[in-house]
T-cell receptor, first 111, second 112 residues
């Protein structure tokens, strides 16, 4: 059973607007969450992470929000740029254990 | 700069062949992982290793084995390749404490 879910396979956003990518998880023991960005024919690259002791982490245009009670996290990209067009994976783990990945959301930023 | 290197970007193999996928990291990380990525299924863990000569099965280990004789190298072995093993294979490494994993560039394997 999928422990990490990304229910939106794709998302299109106008350049300059906000992109919001969502992720849900089922295991309440997860305490570390990450977002990765992946271009075709390349490996995923790390974007941003958050531990369960926080509810928000910001890095430049990227902000991750964690709602532990809802078992939900989201990635906000503001402002969105055409170079942000990629597949975004969320991942979760319990400290020291394996990562569980979602199925990915393909973001297209329209110029 | 952090580096995880996979030996091949593209491979084409025949059904029944034994296939070796090699991965090397230069960060002295203890943990190494092999994933496969398929459309609509995300990244699924095949095997991982917490230390030299140690290995643990992931979610989909059937048809695969691994070898970790040296800390920097983690090999994935397809004992007898089948067409359903056509996929993108991704190697990753991570330090022991809770940190992000770093991925290689991926190997696109096609089994014909």
């Amino acid at each position: 059973d999928q422990q990490v879910k990304q229910n939106s396979p794709s998302l299109s956003v106008q350049e300059g607007r906000i992109s919001i990518l969502n992720c849900d998880y089922t295991n309440s023991m997860f305490d570390y969450f990450l977002w990765y960005k992946k271009y075709p024919a390349e490996g995923p690259t790390f974007l941003i992470s958050i531990s369960s002791i926080k509810d928000k982490n910001e890095d430049g245009r990227f902000t991750v929000f964690l709602n532990k009670s809802a078992k939900h996290l989201s990635l906000h990209i503001v402002p969105s740029q055409p170079g942000d067009s990629a597949v975004y994976f969320c991942a979760a783990s319990e400290t020291g254990n394996q990562f569980y990945f979602g199925t990915g959301t393909s973001l297209t930023v329209i110029p | 700069d952090v580096k995880v290197t996979q030996s091949s970007r593209y491979l084409v193999k025949r059904t029944g062949e034994k296939v070796f996928l090699e991965c090397v990291q230069d960060m002295d990380h203890e943990n190494m992982f092999w994933y496969r990525q398929d459309p609509g299924l995300g990244l699924r863990l095949i095997y991982f290793s917490y230390d030299v000569k140690m290995k643990e099965k992931g979610d989909i280990p059937e048809g695969y084995s691994v070898s970790r004789e040296k800390k920097e190298r983690f090999s994935l072995i397809l004992e007898s390749a089948s067409t359903n093993q056509t996929s993108m294979y991704l190697c990753a490494s991570r330090a022991t404490v809770v940190t992000e994993a770093f991925f290689g560039q991926g190997t696109r394997l096609t089994v014909v």
